[in-house]
């Protein structure tokens, strides 16, 4: 049996350190129930922790808060990753940010292929925002800039 992955790989270091659409999966802290969650303000802090921002009063801060177990799904290279790891919860809020983001470190312990065999993904996720695009870009680029120094 090989070792486990426990670090990103440089290809995906890269493709992490701009917006990228994700999956994030916690576990309901009422229910005991998978859940999952798009997000895309994520970003590599180093090859061995994600950092992302979510709203203050989202129902994930109490999940991970709960139990830190959380997966992150990101689509590149042709597959799909599976990035586990612990989540930490920052008390306070993103500074520079307009609305309350709360900002959580996750420290990876595993990262592996989840795409079923014999298949590779020919096109990634696209999205758009469906609010004023020059607010979207701001605020954007406020979060980011945030996600970096926190």
Known sequence: MTEPVTVLSAAL????QKETFALLNTIDAETGAPTCSAISWIYAVNQTTLRFAIDQRSRLIANMKNNPNVTVSVFGLGTLYAIYGKA???DGT???VPIKLACIDVGIDAVREAMFYG???TAM???EKTYDKRAAAKL???VFAALQKA
């Open 13 to 16: 270091f890269d493709q992490l």
């Open 88 to 90: 930490s919860v920052a």
């Open 94 to 96: 993103l500074e520079g």
């Open 119 to 121: 298949a590779r993904i």
């Open 125 to 127: 996720p696209e999205y």
């Open 140 to 142: 954007d680029g406020q």
